[in-house]
């Protein structure tokens, strides 16, 4: 297979739909006419990416496949309904991404599930305490990362982020009032990068990255099971982690029976390995990590909004591989 073909699967070749403007504009007529308004054309809009992608509908099948499959739940299997519903799903989460920078979506109206503790930890950070890494993920409203802003009383928050846009989107957000998040764009973790967030820990500032997403032409990914299936996942969180010897908490946020719920888990106390044992322990912990996700999946199974051939594709053998084999 070749390179070209790869880089065409992976999540970062899907060009997105719109650009800064766009997105401006689309807060603007938020802000102008109001999310009743906005919703019917953004309902047109996705059920014309629904009817004209044919790729994303596959992919949401397969995913849906796979979760009946693992959790043996018949009733999740794909049907043209459920496929629909996903992406309708998707644009309901679109919507409710404007009313979080608008600052509609109070912390009042959001149901914390904090078993660990990992809130009061955030508050330390305000009066000295070192600062720590939330790992996110694509599955419901990755936008959280601001509610946590106001949720952590203004404890400074990054985001580290793999697209050459960070410039547009810390403008939109400077614009929006929100100050208190901040997008740093992570390309490879070289010493000055490891350095500037080292010092933003000691500062009590925190670290969010997605754990679900892996960087293009980044060799840094690890294979493991999820669904049922192999799924390449990233290591980078897991190792910026333990080359900075914090803790490692979760943060996921899902809309359940019309409010949303953040999850807050505390998932590693200290990051670190022995010596010689590096691929090993991060292997465990991105399958630990897999296992997670693929729970929280059941909670909300229609707010996987990954729309990309996210599980590795079977290797299929060589012309000479299949003449041994015959």
């Known amino acids: 297979m070749s390179e070209q073909l790869v880089q065409e699967r992976h999540w970062s070749a899907h060009k997105e739909r719109g650009s800064f403007i766009l997105m401006w504009l689309t807060a603007l007529s938020v802000r102008m006419f109001g999310?009743?308004?906005?919703?019917?054309?953004?309902?047109?809009?996705?059920?014309?990416?629904?009817?004209?992608a044919r790729s994303a509908r596959r992919n949401i099948r397969q995913y849906q496949i796979y979760l009946a499959q693992w959790s043996g739940n018949a009733s999740l299997r794909p049907t043209l309904k459920s496929v629909f519903g996903q992406f309708i799903a998707f644009a309901d989460n679109l919507l409710d991404r404007l009313d979080v920078w608008r600052g509609r979506l109070r912390f009042e109206q959001v149901q914390l599930i904090d078993p660990s503790g990992v809130r009061s930890r955030l508050l330390r950070s305000q009066h000295g305490g070192r600062g720590e890494m939330l790992v996110v993920t694509h599955l419901g409203n990755p936008d959280v990362c601001r509610a946590m802003a106001e949720l952590s009383e203004q404890v400074p928050l990054n985001v580290l982020v793999h697209n050459h846009h960070v410039a547009q989107f810390n403008r939109l957000l400077g614009e929006a009032g929100d100050r208190s998040m901040r997008l740093i764009q992570v390309s490879e973790l070289d010493t000055a990068m490891m350095m500037d967030l080292s010092q933003r820990l000691e500062r009590g500032e925190w670290l969010a990255i997605a754990g679900d997403r892996v960087p293009l032409n980044d060799g840094r990914r690890v294979v493991v099971d999820f669904l049922g299936h192999a799924a390449p996942f990233p290591q980078g969180p897991w190792l910026m982690a333990g080359l900075l010897r914090c803790p490692v908490?979760?943060?996921?946020?899902l809309k359940v029976d019309g409010r949303y719920r953040i999850y807050l888990d505390a998932f590693l106390d200290n990051a670190q390995w022995q010596r010689g044992q590096r691929d090993e322990a991060i292997r465990g912990w991105v399958q630990r990590y897999a296992d997670h996700l693929a729970g929280q999946c059941m909670i909300a199974p229609q707010q996987w909004f990954n729309f990309y051939a996210y599980w590795q594709p079977p290797e299929r053998p060589t012309h000479k591989e299949a003449a041994d084999a015959n």
Do not use: H
Not at 35 to 52: E, N, Q
């Open 35 to 52: 999310r009743r308004l906005l919703a019917p054309v953004l309902y047109l809009i996705v059920l014309y990416f629904f009817a004209s």
């Open 249 to 253: 908490n979760l943060l996921c946020c």
